[in-house]
């Protein structure tokens, strides 16, 4: 669903959208590269199967609707950057040394709740609505959940500065898009989104200062 922004040029627009989505992908493939090499996973296992749930569903919906464009390619990068998060859950993700049968079951179990509830979210709202407004309330729970990794884990395993600085500022740019400059196929600008992105800015920089004083006392891994 290629968005418009309003009584703003394309250029605009197509900067706003590349940039959130260059500073998001690469903060997925930090994820990635961080989780194979730290034998660990590097996004909380709840915000992982929202945000996978997420981009399922509507890049299949964005594909159904509007083909291929900017932003179902976008979600579809990120959809498959997702799965080998998915995969460092599954491989390194049982910390807590359950049986494989138990882990594995209520692993798929919530993976699939979490697909199967924006199929019913999406039946009874806008699909390019529900799914900004989804986007962003994922967005505000994992940036508590990257703080409460951070607290539960010992020292900065699987954390590190330019994955919390890439969904920062990844987070930024759109929520300029939406929440200041406004796009016509949600009706505009969002204030909803601005407050929303304004929040997530202030989690997200509590999750930077509250790592970096970590990795000042413990040795980080990287």
Same mark, same amino acid.
């Given at each position: 669903?290629?968005?418009?922004? /309003?009584?703003?040029?394309?250029?605009?627009?197509?900067?706003? =959208?590349?940039?959130?989505?260059? =500073?998001?992908?690469?903060?997925?493939?930090?994820?990635?590269?961080?989780?194979?090499?730290q034998?660990?996973?590097?996004?909380?296992?709840?915000a !992982?199967?929202?945000?996978?749930?997420?981009?399922? @569903?509507?890049?299949?919906? %964005?594909?159904? /609707?509007? &083909?291929?464009?900017?932003?179902?390619s976008?979600?579809?990068?990120?959809?498959?950057?997702?799965?080998?998060?998915?995969?460092? @859950?599954?491989?390194? *993700?049982?910390?807590?040394?359950?049986?494989?049968?138990?882990? @594995?079951?209520?692993?798929?179990?919530?993976?699939?709740?979490?697909?199967?509830?924006?199929?019913?979210?999406g039946?009874?709202f806008?699909l390019?609505? /529900?799914?900004?407004?989804? %986007?962003?309330?994922?967005?505000?729970?994992? /940036?508590? !959940?990257?703080?409460?990794?951070?607290?539960r884990?010992? &020292?900065?395993?699987?954390?590190?500065?330019?994955?919390a600085v890439?969904?920062?500022? *990844?987070?930024?740019f759109i929520?300029?898009?939406?929440?200041?400059? *406004?796009?016509?196929?949600?009706? *505009?600008?969002?204030?909803?989104?601005?407050?929303? &992105?304004?929040?997530?800015?202030?989690?997200?920089?509590? @999750?930077i200062?509250?790592?970096?004083?970590?990795?000042?006392?413990?040795?980080?891994v990287?």
């Amino acid at each position: 669903m290629l968005f418009l922004i /309003s009584n703003y040029p394309y250029e605009l627009k197509l900067a706003l =959208f590349i940039t959130q989505g260059l =500073f998001w992908t690469a903060t997925y493939i930090e994820c990635v590269r961080v989780g194979f090499k730290q034998k660990t996973y590097a996004v909380p296992f709840v915000a !992982l199967c929202l945000n996978f749930g997420w981009e399922f @569903y509507y890049t299949i919906q %964005g594909y159904l /609707s509007e &083909g291929l464009d900017v932003t179902t390619s976008i979600n579809l990068l990120w959809l498959s950057f997702d799965t080998l998060i998915l995969v460092t @859950y599954f491989k390194y *993700g049982n910390e807590l040394k359950l049986p494989k049968i138990q882990f @594995y079951g209520y692993s798929i179990a919530f993976l699939t709740l979490c697909v199967v509830g924006y199929a019913v979210i999406g039946m009874h709202f806008d699909l390019a609505v /529900s799914a900004v407004y989804a %986007g962003f309330a994922i967005n505000i729970l994992m /940036s508590l !959940l990257f703080i409460r990794m951070l607290i539960r884990r010992p &020292g900065t395993k699987g954390q590190n500065m330019f994955i919390a600085v890439c969904k920062c500022l *990844g987070t930024v740019f759109i929520t300029i898009a939406i929440g200041v400059v *406004g796009i016509n196929r949600i009706g *505009g600008v969002k204030p909803l989104i601005l407050y929303t &992105g304004i929040l997530i800015l202030i989690l997200d920089l509590a @999750y930077i200062f509250l790592l970096k004083r970590a990795k000042a006392s413990h040795k980080a891994v990287v």
